[in-house]
């Protein structure tokens, strides 16, 4: 490892150098707005890109910018978050100067991300990764869970081999630690998680904010690794009418629609619906166990916005209707899984504006959810009822003259969960277990940005019902630019979460294990107030590097975090292949991450994105401090994007996707039965991806596409598959891929498409 940073810090220096050769093969320039003493003040961070291309630059603490010059490209897009987008025609120039027009955005209720299929900044003390539309569709991506392929910082995978469901994992860390958001507004969340991911349909993404440490005040107290941040089709950036239809060789096909209109001057309304169909049965491992379920789902979304200069609002909509039946459905004895979701969701932010301060606002965001899941798995009986209610209330000001360069928001939030919750099976048998837990809040975030240093400086202060105990949350992000080219962040804060032993593991419940708690959790309640709230502590180091190489840009990213569990729910799957034990956690449990990522524009037509990710997780069990199963400590990533030349409004893209996924550490079975015993670490294995689209028209495209090309499969997925009722079955020790080679194809057709 020494010796890789060592190489990694050499590299940047020799970048560097060469990159001063190189400045006269660009356009450069400044970007302004305008003040209200008719006087000019540099923009900082402004996107700017060529229309229609995905990479580009922003702009330095006095506005300047420098844009590899391309042949082929005459017009220069400007985007900066509050203000009208600009569009430039190049007449060769090769010094440009812009003044923005204040758009008067409130940027925490309407989230409006940059332009690019995947960028960093420089600017943001965070270390967040912005996903775009474009990266999204190199895997065609059907639902949240199957959106990160192309994204080295988070693994998605199976919970079990029997129910299908996904689960996404960022530091080696459960993602039930990243705190999900849509448009700023937490989601799934309590009986939710199951099928949560699998319930956002890609199509309905216009991007996506992922975010490392620990996240923002504003949004809670539950952000503890990291935030994923939706931002979904709205009317000013979907399409006027857009359809995806989508078929795969496993039977499943897909339906994506939506369209946008202006329905006046200051209303306007999108409607978005996904139909998925699973029906074909496909077994093939022939373990008499379906690969993957038989599903139906059935999602549907309205949202309505008003803007006038004083008031910015969104109302919206969504729900969801699905079912999914696996197991072991045709041979005896069966083994029989039904999982049925009815969900339903409706929110409103409201935005103030102050007439005579173009940087003070007020916003407010309500929601409110029911979530009903139903879940069968053999002789265990699962349902769950959820309602949540969710409140937030920011104030935003400036202070001093200097725009944006320091400002304050402080506000206020209410949460409330009510679950009830009916457990049957042979393990435990629970009837109306009811929890109702309010969290009240209130918060405080600075905002400081200058030339050379960005700061995010955040405390809340909450109060929950259930544990009848107040507790605070403090947040740090610091960024330090050296010069144009190299900035570097460091994050540190804390996180809480309330957990929940049935809705969060039940993938388990596709096992015979016996569910048992140990020490200090006396009662089978599921709720576990025993233990306290789930509380931790994240650090990080995250390093950026611009350079030009052979007059082409690229980035190099460094990054360092270190998370450590101050109380934990432990879930240990290693004092017994037929036991389950839960308890509090008693010592230590912490995340070491070290992941270094470069992304360089080969040629005009070729990108390429490398990474590597080492990880080191471990927690103490009841007998030693030891590694956390299905865990790959080592990680390679490799994406290779090419495109040819427009011809008359026709193009060809091609996107290759490789993994390596290192060797994980299996729940100990030395106890069992040698046909049921697992050596004690899985192989190593590699996964590749491929699409090809082509752009037939300025509405169509077609794209071909093949998942796992290489078809490996894991070659057990389901202990005692021939013996479901026996003591030693077993689908939760998954490490690899279930299902093997999968071929898609796909049709988009698009009419108006707004233009970013």
């Excluded at 509050?82 to 008067?104: A, C, S």
């Excluded at 349909?201 to 904010?209: R, T, W």
């Excluded at 590597?612 to 400590?633: H, N, Q």
């Excluded at 390679?636 to 996707?657: E, H």
Aim: include cysteine; charge should be neutral; charged fraction near 20%.
């Amino acid at each position: 490892m020494r010796i890789a940073l060592t190489l990694l810090l050499f590299s940047f220096g020799l970048l560097n150098a060469y990159s001063q050769q190189e400045k006269n093969k660009k356009i450069t320039g400044h970007v302004f707005e305008l003040l209200p003493n008719d006087s000019l003040s540099p923009l900082v961070g402004v996107n700017v890109y060529y229309l229609n291309d995905n990479q580009g630059t922003s702009t330095n603490e006095n506005g300047y910018f420098e844009l590899a010059k391309e042949k082929a490209k005459d017009r220069i897009i400007f985007s900066f978050i509050g203000y009208n987008p600009d569009t430039l025609d190049l007449n060769k120039q090769k010094e440009i100067n812009v003044v923005m027009k204040e758009g008067r955005l409130l940027d925490d209720m309407i989230v409006e991300f940059k332009k690019g299929a995947y960028t960093f900044s420089k600017i943001d003390p965070r270390n967040a990764i912005i996903i775009g539309q474009d990266e999204l569709r190199k895997a065609a991506c059907c639902n949240l869970a199957e959106s990160f392929e192309t994204n080295p910082s988070v693994d998605a995978t199976f919970t079990d081999a029997v129910t299908g469901t996904k689960q996404i994992k960022m530091m080696g860390l459960s993602g039930k630690y990243v705190q999900m958001l849509s448009g700023n507004i937490p989601v799934i969340r309590g009986t939710s998680t199951l099928l949560g991911l699998e319930l956002i349909p890609g199509a309905f993404i216009h991007q996506m904010a992922v975010s490392k440490g620990a996240g923002s005040v504003l949004n809670g107290f539950e952000s503890m690794i990291g935030q994923i941040n939706l931002n979904l089709k709205q009317p000013e950036n979907a399409e006027k009418f857009h359809f995806n239809s989508y078929i795969n060789q496993g039977g499943r096909t897909e339906q994506n629609l939506f369209f946008s209109k202006q329905v006046s001057k200051k209303w306007a309304t999108t409607f978005l619906a996904h139909i998925n169909n699973q029906t074909k049965e496909n077994d093939q491992n022939k373990d008499e166990f379906l690969d993957n379920p038989l599903l139906q789902h059935y999602i549907f979304s309205n949202q309505w916005n008003y803007r006038s200069r004083k008031i910015h609002m969104e109302l919206g909509a969504n729900g969801v209707l699905a079912n999914s039946q696996s197991g072991r459905i045709k041979q005896i004895p069966r083994y029989l899984v039904d999982i049925e979701t009815n969900q339903a969701n409706a929110f409103a932010k409201i935005g103030y504006l102050f007439p005579n301060d173009d940087f003070k606002s007020l916003a407010l965001q309500l929601s409110t959810t029911y979530n009903n899941q139903s879940t069968s798995i053999g002789e265990t009986k699962y349902t769950g009822n959820q309602y949540s209610g969710y409140a937030n209330l920011i104030y935003q000001q400036q202070i001093g003259k200097k725009a944006k360069e320091n400002y304050f928001k402080i506000g206020s939030s209410f949460q409330i969960d009510s679950v009830s919750e009916n457990t049957q099976s042979n393990f435990i048998a629970t009837n109306n277990n009811l929890f109702l837990e309010a969290v009240s809040g209130v918060f405080g975030e600075f905002t400081h940005n200058t030339e050379k240093w960005g700061l995010i400086a955040g405390l809340r202060a909450d109060y929950t019902s259930y544990y009848d105990n107040y507790f605070v949350t403090p947040r740090l992000h610091i960024r330090h630019n050296f010069n144009n080219n190299n900035a570097i962040k460091l994050m540190a804060g804390s996180g809480r979460r309330t957990p929940f032993m049935f809705m969060e593991n039940i993938g388990y419940m596709a096992t015979s294990r016996n569910w048992i708690l140990d020490n200090n959790i006396s009662s089978m309640s599921g709720l576990l107030k025993d233990i306290d709230q789930e509380y931790s502590w994240n650090v990080g180091l995250a390093i950026l590097k611009e350079f030009s190489l052979f007059y082409r840009d690229g980035t190099i990213t460094l990054d360092a975090y270190h998370t450590m569990f101050m109380n934990q729910l432990v879930v240990d799957l290693d004092q017994s292949a037929t036991e389950l034990h839960f308890y509090s956690l008693d010592g230590q449990s912490f995340s070491n991450s070290i992941q270094a990522e470069i992304n360089y524009d080969l040629n005009r037509r070729i990108k390429i994105r490398a990474a590597y990710r080492y990880l080191d997780v471990k927690t103490d069990y009841i007998d030693d401090l030891v590694e956390r199963p299905f865990i790959s400590k080592h990680r390679g990533f490799i994406n290779l994007d090419y495109s040819t030349r427009k011809n008359n409004g026709k193009q060809w893209k091609v996107d290759i996707t490789a993994q390596w996924i290192g060797s994980q550490r299996l729940p100990n079975t030395k106890e069992s039965p040698e046909e049921y015993k697992l050596e004690a670490r899985s192989p190593d294995f590699f996964l590749l991806n491929g699409q090809i689209t082509r752009i037939a028209s300025k509405s169509t495209e077609v794209y071909l596409g093949v998942e796992n090309a290489l078809n490996f499969r894991q070659s057990n997925p389901i202990l005692s598959a021939d013996n479901p009722q026996g003591e030693y079955f077993d689908s939760s020790i998954i490490w690899g891929p279930i299902f093997g080679r999968m071929v898609y194809f796909g049709v988009r057709f698009t009419l108006n498409e707004n233009k970013e």
